[in-house]
């Protein structure tokens, strides 16, 4: 079953196209794991107002998303941002109950 997890964080006022410049690096690196075929899609999504990032991944399975929760390219990308962020992320977690095509 597929497993979605949804990281939101607020930004520091004007930190946006820093944050889109740091996190460049750190979606090329999830293209492997697309590859490996335990991530299926992963989106960075800015609100209207430009203070806000959410990262929707989609993943194979739980297991695929705990295995690659605390890997070195997340710590790596979460101490670049580190700076921008006005405070700790949220996450939203869990399995799909129902989709459409």
Excluded at 19 to 38: H, K, N, S, T, W
Excluded at 49 to 71: F, K, N, P
Aim: net charge negative; proline share 8%.
């Amino acid at each position: 079953m597929p497993y979605v997890s949804i990281n939101q964080v607020t930004l520091k006022p004007g930190a946006g196209a820093e944050v889109e410049r740091a996190v460049a690096p750190f979606m090329q690196a999830r293209q492997e794991l697309i590859r490996q075929g335990d991530l299926l899609a992963t989106r960075l999504v800015r609100s209207e107002g430009q203070t806000e990032y959410a990262l929707i991944s989609v993943w194979a399975s739980r297991e695929a998303h705990e295995r690659h929760e605390d890997s070195p390219a997340e710590r790596a990308a979460l101490a670049q941002l580190a700076p921008f962020v006005a405070g700790p992320p949220t996450e939203f977690a869990g399995e799909v109950v129902a989709e459409l095509p």
